[in-house]
Each structure stands twice: as structure tokens, then as C-alpha cells.
């Protein structure tokens, strides 16, 4: 394998209009000392870096649930999904994944299935590690009905520097497991809300891969 295909990672679309703003702030520098135009490099590096879109090898074994974001998995408890996805009240075991300004920020589809429901709602921007992130910060909920008539709650969670959640799905689209559905800009948590009866296979504090670790298995 070649050294730029293993560090020169494809950037994400959503990402080119603020490279280009970092870039020409970094020209700006330049002209004001060159310190700071070096200074100014580095963030568009890292901007670039930020929107990195990379290619991800999907387990394709029936029945897995994987991870919607890259991240550090932040908290597993028994949770009520949001109340605007209008589903039951009765809690279901939810996997937080906390993804730091350093992950990529590309969201993928935990399994395979139809998109029943998709709710945005507004709210404040605490830092997406706490626990209470869940019910006060602006968030973006999915519901994928799968195959077998069972629904699996995914829901972005802005952050404390996040203040942009992006969803390319609507209600009534299908997605593939593995399949991009969105991402959030610059800091931020996925929460997947596990059908009932279903145990998570990761633990607090485990690194996680998009599209690839596995989060749990469905009974089949």
C-alpha cells in the first residue's frame, strides 16, 4: 500500500466549504506574520483531517448491530428512548458513543433497515459526555425498522463545540448496514437504543469504528 493511501484519507463533502474558510484565513495570516499563517496551516490540516471520510470493511454477517460512530463508548444504561420518535415508554439498554473533535464525524447505519421515523429537536450544547446530554442537548433521532418487524432508535447528539447535526435521510428511506446516514460537525455522541432483551457486546471506555465494531447481536 502506498504512504498517501494510508494517510491522505478522502474528505467528506460537507467538509470542502470549511477547509476553504480555513484556508483563506491562513492566507490572511500570512500576510499579518508568518507565524501565525503556519499556525493557520495546522487548523486547516486538522480541518481537513476532521472531515475525513475513509472507507470502512461492513461485517456482513446476519443479525450484528454496529457501531454508528467512531468514538469512545461513554455509557451503557437502561434508558427511554426520546420521547419525539414516538415509540414506548418503557426503557431499552442505551450505548453511548462519545466521539472527541479527533474522530471522524461520518455516522453509519447500525443494521440494515427502513426509516420509520426522523425527529430533530433544539437544545442546549453541554458537553456530549454527560449523561444528561441525552435529554437537554439538541439531538437528531432516527428509527430503522428492520427486516423483522424490530426498531432500532439511533440518535446524533450535538455537543459542546458541535453546532451543526447534518442527516442525509428521510422517513421512508432504506439504509444498508454500514451505510453513511449523517454526521455532526466538530464534537459530538451517537446513542443506540438496543431492541429489548438485547445485551450489548462492548463495554465502557472501548474504542469504536463506524460501520465496522460490532455493538451487539440479535437474536436469530
Excluded at 58 to 74: M, W
Excluded at 166 to 194: H, M, N, P, Q
Excluded at 207 to 220: K, Q, R, S
Amino acid at each position: 500500500m502506498k504512504m498517501h493511501e494510508t494517510f491522505i484519507k478522502p474528505m467528506h463533502p460537507e467538509g470542502r466549504k470549511f477547509v476553504a474558510i480555513f484556508a483563506a484565513i491562513t492566507l490572511v495570516l500570512f500576510m499579518l506574520w508568518d507565524v501565525l499563517g503556519w499556525v493557520g496551516v495546522g487548523l486547516t490540516v486538522w480541518c481537513y483531517y476532521f472531515f475525513r471520510d475513509p472507507e470502512r470493511v461492513t461485517p456482513q454477517r446476519p443479525g450484528l448491530i454496529v457501531s454508528p460512530a467512531d468514538g469512545i463508548v461513554s455509557l451503557i444504561e437502561p434508558a427511554v428512548p426520546p420521547a419525539e420518535l414516538g415509540l414506548a415508554d418503557a426503557p431499552l439498554t442505551r450505548v453511548s458513543v462519545f466521539m472527541s473533535v479527533f474522530n471522524c464525524h461520518v455516522n453509519r447505519a447500525p443494521v440494515a433497515g427502513k426509516v420509520r421515523a426522523v425527529a430533530y429537536r433544539p437544545g442546549k450544547f453541554l458537553n456530549a459526555s454527560l449523561d444528561k446530554a441525552s435529554a437537554d442537548n439538541e439531538r437528531n433521532g432516527i428509527v430503522i425498522e428492520m427486516d423483522d418487524g424490530r426498531l432500532l432508535p439511533v440518535v446524533q447528539i450535538a455537543g459542546l463545540v458541535a453546532r451543526r447535526i447534518v442527516c442525509f435521510v428521510g422517513k421512508g428511506g432504506a439504509l444498508s448496514r454500514g451505510e453513511r446516514f449523517g454526521l455532526i460537525r466538530f464534537g459530538s455522541r451517537l446513542d443506540v437504543y438496543l431492541p429489548e432483551g438485547i445485551v450489548p457486546q462492548v463495554r465502557v471506555g472501548q474504542t469504536m469504528v463506524a460501520g465496522e465494531t460490532v455493538m451487539a447481536e440479535l437474536e436469530t
